[in-house]
């Protein structure tokens, strides 16, 4: 176990500027992460953001000497890893947690898609040394298809009961389970920051944060996987072409309306730049565009045929006098025998004075 200590903290390359060994790089990254998520400050500040990038770069180097190290195989077991070097096991993770700390809004697609690679990598790093028991995250196509038709039946294009309540379930598993974590590492975090920690508590300790960032990516990955759809819509409808604005309907010049053309000439004299209209040039205008209001209406040609119908009646009873039609004359030499018998208003009770 002491070999493996010697070789992690031994190995450093020159051209690190600040010549720091590789356990204390890795631990000055972890805490300004603890740090950060703790602070009070704006995130988006440029101190705060200068203090993430920075941790960013450490860790990143971090993770080029562990794997110029090659402390992690495929082939070996987790009992097989020395205690000191199962906390390298968390630079994915880490550096994924980082990664979503950088606020440019002109760079949040690529943000989200670098920090779900980090994460992704931890969780495979975890399955193959099998820390935990968890299902892996579905890919990149996966996640977006699902995203499209939540939780839907094949075929049927309804909610997948079943497969939401089991969903739920997880959710709920997996909470309880952070939960748990959390409250034992507190335990165990007193006696490695005391100093007091035997190697065994030590392990103990990194194993908690392995499984409690375990939690910790399968939900950043569900959150990022729910997020990456509508920003790739955003970008699509950003690159769309619109459609050409339609031409604005040229403003009407303003005139003045006159009675005739004596006014027209008067007005016109007063005002030389604003012209001038009379009233029968106007009528003239708007009945050549068919816009009086009287075009085009059905009562125009209604009135029209009543008054035909009325010049055919008159002539009908001219014809009719003029001929010495006998029903004529019996019906106006009746209306005559009753003129001469009844005064004009007989029979009008309502008039009588």
């Not at 080029?64 to 906390?87: I, P």
């Not at 004299?269 to 604003?274: D, F, K, R, W």
Request: a negative charge.
């Amino acid at each position: 176990m002491a070999e493996c200590e010697s070789s992690a903290e031994s190995a450093q390359p020159s051209a690190e500027p600040d010549s720091l060994k590789l356990s204390e790089l890795f631990e000055r990254s972890w805490r300004a992460l603890d740090e950060l998520d703790s602070t009070q400050e704006p995130l988006a500040s440029h101190a705060v953001q200068e203090r993430v990038q920075r941790a960013i770069r450490g860790l990143e180097s971090a993770s080029r000497r562990v794997a110029q190290l090659e402390l992690f195989s495929r082939n070996e077991e987790l009992e097989e890893v020395c205690t000191s070097e199962l906390k390298y096991l968390l630079l994915p993770a880490l550096l994924g947690g980082l990664t979503l700390k950088q606020t440019s809004r002109e760079r949040r697609l690529e943000i989200l898609q670098t920090a779900r690679a980090y994460f992704v990598d931890y969780l495979q790093r975890c399955k193959n040394y099998d820390v935990s028991q968890f299902n892996m995250p579905r890919s990149c196509v996966e996640a977006e298809a699902e995203s499209a038709h939540p939780t839907a039946a094949p075929g049927l294009g309804q909610p997948n009961l079943v497969a939401m309540a089991a969903h739920r379930q997880a959710k709920i598993e997996r909470y309880r389970q952070k939960k748990e974590v959390e409250t034992q590492l507190e335990a165990v975090k007193r006696a490695v920051d005391g100093g007091q920690a035997d190697e065994e508590t030590s392990r103990r300790f990194y194993l908690l944060h392995l499984r409690r960032w375990i939690s910790l990516s399968l939900e950043e990955v569900e959150s990022i996987d729910q997020e990456l759809p509508i920003l790739k819509n955003m970008g699509t409808l950003k690159n769309t072409p619109r459609p050409p604005p339609q031409p604005s309907r040229p403003p009407m010049k303003p005139f003045i309306l006159t009675k005739d053309a004596v006014q027209a000439q008067v007005f016109g004299a007063g005002y030389p730049s604003l012209p001038t209209m009379t009233v029968d040039e106007w009528y003239s205008q708007h009945q050549r565009h068919g816009v009086l209001p009287d075009q085009g209406i059905p009562r125009r040609v209604a009135v029209e045929e009543d008054r035909d119908a009325a010049e055919v009646q008159e002539e009908e009873k001219e014809r009719q006098a003029e001929t010495d039609d006998p029903d004529s004359l019996h019906k106006a030499r009746s209306w005559d025998d009753y003129k001469d018998t009844h005064r004009r208003g007989y029979g009008n009770r309502h008039n009588m004075g």
